[in-house]
């Protein structure tokens, strides 16, 4: 039997739990800590169930609870599992196969192994800064979900997306197969 306090909760969370996976998994970059970490921001939720039905920007608040998790559970543990963003991509289907380019998709394929390779070098905030802004949040949700000034998520942001780019050019510079780049061997 559902009680009526499950119901406002399952009502409440609904709108927003999309939004928490996807942003967790991009956190996480692994399912299984994906969906430990919403669970744990739902936990959260559940317990401050009437204080959060009166905040005027509820989903702000859950992304500031699991980022918040996030960074404070990658501090506490040293090297992550890491699953590829390859795995949550659904099969294309045939159509969109062949429109497709082959030469754009081992472009891709290989953006996509470079970033797995050099993602473990950033910061966990900085990890945790490109992941929510690929989420497609504004500067000023951003800065609510993390507690930063704008000027100061901004400079951060800057760094890590700087530091990242550095690192995928070196990585892609040095492993890039000629037959690929065009270079000749």
């Given amino acids: 039997m559902v009680t009526r306090g499950q119901a406002r909760f399952s009502a409440f969370v609904e709108a927003h739990l999309q939004a928490l996976r996807r942003a967790a998994y991009r956190l996480c970059r692994s399912r299984s800590d994906a969906e430990d970490l919403v669970q744990e921001v739902c936990l959260r939720a559940f317990e401050k169930l009437a204080e959060l039905e009166r905040v005027e920007a509820p989903r702000a608040w ?29 099969p294309l289907t045939d159509a969109s196969a062949a429109a497709r380019d082959p030469q754009a998709d081992a472009e891709a394929a ?6 797995d390779r050099n993602w473990p ?19 000023n949700e951003l800065a609510s979900i993390t507690e930063l000034p704008v000027g100061a998520l901004k400079a951060r942001l800057h760094r890590a997306r700087v530091r990242l780019g550095k690192l995928l050019e070196t990585d892609l510079r040095r492993g890039r197969p000629a037959a690929i780049s065009g270079e000749s061997a």
């Fill in 121 to 139: 070098a950033l910061t966990k905030d900085q990890q945790a800064l490109l992941a929510l802004y690929a989420e497609g949040y504004s500067m």
């Fill in 62 to 90: 859950l992304l500031r609870v699991q980022y918040n998790l996030h960074v404070d559970a990658a501090r506490r543990r040293p090297r992550a599992h890491l699953e590829s963003f390859d795995e949550l991509v659904s």
């Fill in 110 to 115: 290989l953006l996509a192994e470079a970033l």
